[in-house]
């Protein structure tokens, strides 16, 4: 923190403090926005192509940045770096440069039969569904995919380095991402339709490995990452996706979501530390279990929750959000500027203005819209 | 030095490396047996300090499930 400029102290400082829900004497603008980015550059490459450069992703990132000028970024065109992925010859992500899209594919690489086994060896099912996703691959690539990897995990550093140098811009989170168990086979290893089933058919293995990987794994690391890691000079420490939870019904996230999820809460609020909530699709169902904590803890990022729904629901909680992906991409620039100016009013102390979506597609954002709510946010003084 | 990143040299040189080692190494599939697997591809990060080596390939297998 010592070799930060007074310009980036300042902007963390009210970042931070907006969280805290003090007084500020602007609304931060939080940056929500992803590959976008690539679409709206001047320089105008196809999606394959920018993916697979790092240094155009970096000019792109700064050129958004020095249009825009947002004071804290979700994303520094680091969210899908694929090099490694492309090198082993096969991945679940889609680059469709006609469509202009990334697709994510659901998959399966864990098979029912085998919670068992990852309860008791993590690793050797894991070695079992790294086979499976990358079939008859040779040592040579995976050594290859890892010397990429390595240059990944550089540009990220790269890039935060920059943004907070350069410009005085913060990321958003830290380096750790504290997730429920059930997370990681919706997503990841059993695919979202059979991991949706298995909550219903197999509760009680579910059990069993999620208390063991609490036990053994994830609470072990939280507790030394939080205790290790200092990552102060981002705008909250902790990132936590809500993913899964909306395929729950109540009770599922009772059993499932909850009893996984609040020691790791307790345990953030214990070492003093912010949580960043990324929330897809709806979190009021379940607003009651966040309403007890402190002020101060929480910066909830909702998708589909109206900020003013959230504020309601869960007061204790900074919120990010206020512009739809709708409006962005087919309103006019004095409809978007009207709803900041609403957003900002009703929500007061403890609101940044962001977007409510991941923004992705051309569609969901033009450049006269965005400009104009940039001109609007960063002149108005509360 | 340009602004913007370029790693090329570092990869590069370390794609090198690799390659250099025995074609049958490089070529070689992937084992059923973990520690094997581990023990073939460290065999070829002779870029890294070896006490580094299996730990990386075991948490580079572990985070590639979920990108």
Request: with cysteine.
């Amino acid at each position: 923190m010592d070799n930060l400029t007074p310009e980036y102290r300042a902007n963390l400082r009210r970042l931070k403090d907006c969280i805290q829900h003090k007084h500020i004497d602007r609304v931060p603008h939080f940056s929500n926005i992803y590959t976008w980015k690539i679409l709206d550059s001047d320089l105008k490459p196809k999606l394959s192509e920018a993916m697979s450069n790092y240094t155009l992703l970096d000019k792109m990132q700064c050129e958004f940045q020095e249009r825009y000028h947002f004071d804290v970024h979700f994303d520094l065109l680091n969210r899908n770096l694929l090099k490694p992925e492309t090198v082993m010859g096969g991945n679940h992500h889609l680059i469709n440069d006609e469509a202009e899209s990334i697709n994510f594919f659901d998959h399966v690489l864990m098979n029912a039969d085998e919670y068992e086994e990852y309860a008791k060896d993590p690793m050797a099912v894991n070695w079992k569904m790294f086979r499976r996703k990358y079939p008859d691959i040779t040592a040579g690539q995976v050594a290859k995919a890892m010397a990429l990897r390595e240059e990944n995990i550089a540009y990220v550093d790269h890039m935060k380095k920059k943004f907070r140098d350069k410009y005085s811009s913060a990321f958003a989170n830290g380096r750790i991402v504290a997730q429920v168990p059930y997370e990681r086979f919706h997503k990841y290893y059993r695919g979202i339709k059979e991991a949706t089933m298995d909550l219903r058919r197999r509760k009680s293995v579910l059990h069993d490995v999620f208390d063991s990987m609490m036990e053994n794994e994830i609470m072990p690391n939280l507790k030394k990452q939080l205790e290790t890691f200092d990552d102060s000079d981002c705008m909250c420490d902790v990132m936590m996706p809500f993913l899964s939870h909306a395929m729950m019904n109540n009770k599922q996230w009772d059993e499932f979501y909850w009893p996984y999820l609040k020691p790791q809460i307790d345990m953030i609020a214990e070492h003093g530390k912010t949580i960043l909530i990324y929330c897809e699709n709806s979190l009021l169902r379940f607003a009651e279990y966040f309403q007890d904590y402190p002020k101060g803890l929480f910066l909830i990022v909702p998708e589909l929750d109206d900020v003013r729904d959230i504020r309601k629901a869960i007061p204790n909680a900074a919120v990010a959000g206020g512009l739809t992906t709708d409006l962005l991409g087919h309103g006019t620039p004095e409809e978007c500027v009207d709803a900041a100016k609403r957003a900002i009013d009703d929500m007061g102390d403890g609101f940044m203005l962001s977007q409510n979506k991941m923004v992705s597609f051309r569609n969901d954002c033009r450049r006269e819209n965005l400009l104009a709510v940039c001109e609007y946010v960063q002149s108005y003084r509360c | 030095m340009s602004e913007y990143f370029n790693y090329d040299d570092i990869t590069n040189a370390r794609i090198a490396d690799i390659e250099a080692h025995d074609p049958a190494i490089l070529n070689a599939k992937m084992p059923e047996d973990l520690d094997e697997a581990v023990k073939l591809i460290s065999s070829l990060l002779t870029y890294m300090p070896e006490e580094k080596r299996d730990a990386a390939v075991r948490s580079f297998i572990a985070v590639m499930l979920v990108s």
